[in-house]
């Protein structure tokens, strides 16, 4: 799968030119190793495919997650900025303590070792949207995906865990459409 149809060149300035499409193809060939490790230890999600990984770990992780909060209530959180801010990935806490994302639940440990992050704290999504902006054309679309992944992913993890439902975060002023999503 090729990113850009035209190849694609970086220059720094009277040193060298390089091609980015070794780089290109490094980054896809990891998404497809991630997506494989994926599939062997959650072999009943067959349906998410290194696009789903792709798309949910790079830039669409906050539509992944709240497609889960809303089946679930469990807490949307994100890593977080020296101001406390959302600064990066977002994800699920599920009620046993692991942290669940479109990769799947891991360990508190084996996910901050993933992300080369630690520092994270609960968000709600009205929270989010005011940090990182309403959604996008693109990201609406996704979310449509989502809905569909996170049911399948809720009945597989609830297999896995025991079932205690979180707080609801109450919003302190009416929802516009964006926020209802």
């Given at each position: 799968m090729q990113l850009c149809s035209v190849p694609l060149l970086l220059t720094v300035p009277s040193l060298v030119t390089v091609s980015a499409e070794p780089l290109m193809n490094f980054y896809q060939q990891r998404v497809k190793e991630r997506h494989a490790t994926f599939l062997a230890r959650y072999p009943s999600l067959s349906m998410v495919t290194p696009k789903d990984i792709e798309r949910y770990t790079a830039g669409e992780c906050r539509v992944f997650a709240r497609a889960i909060n809303r089946l679930t209530n469990w807490p949307i959180h994100c890593f977080i900025d020296k101001d406390g801010e959302p600064d990066g990935h977002a994800f699920i806490v599920c009620p046993d303590g692991s942290f669940l994302d479109i990769e799947g639940a891991r360990t508190p440990s084996e996910f901050s070792l993933a992300w080369r992050e630690v520092n994270h704290r609960e968000f709600s999504w009205v929270d989010l949207l005011d940090k990182w902006g309403a959604l996008d054309k693109e990201e609406r679309w996704s979310f449509i995906r989502a809905r569909k992944l996170a049911k399948k992913f809720v009945s597989?993890?609830?297999?896995?865990?025991?079932?205690?439902?979180?707080?609801?975060?109450?919003?302190?002023?009416?929802?516009?459409?964006?926020?209802?999503?």
């Amino acid at each position: 799968m090729q990113l850009c149809s035209v190849p694609l060149l970086l220059t720094v300035p009277s040193l060298v030119t390089v091609s980015a499409e070794p780089l290109m193809n490094f980054y896809q060939q990891r998404v497809k190793e991630r997506h494989a490790t994926f599939l062997a230890r959650y072999p009943s999600l067959s349906m998410v495919t290194p696009k789903d990984i792709e798309r949910y770990t790079a830039g669409e992780c906050r539509v992944f997650a709240r497609a889960i909060n809303r089946l679930t209530n469990w807490p949307i959180h994100c890593f977080i900025d020296k101001d406390g801010e959302p600064d990066g990935h977002a994800f699920i806490v599920c009620p046993d303590g692991s942290f669940l994302d479109i990769e799947g639940a891991r360990t508190p440990s084996e996910f901050s070792l993933a992300w080369r992050e630690v520092n994270h704290r609960e968000f709600s999504w009205v929270d989010l949207l005011d940090k990182w902006g309403a959604l996008d054309k693109e990201e609406r679309w996704s979310f449509i995906r989502a809905r569909k992944l996170a049911k399948k992913f809720v009945s597989v993890i609830q297999g896995n865990i025991s079932y205690k439902p979180f707080r609801l975060a109450l919003a302190s002023k009416p929802l516009t459409i964006q926020e209802r999503i």
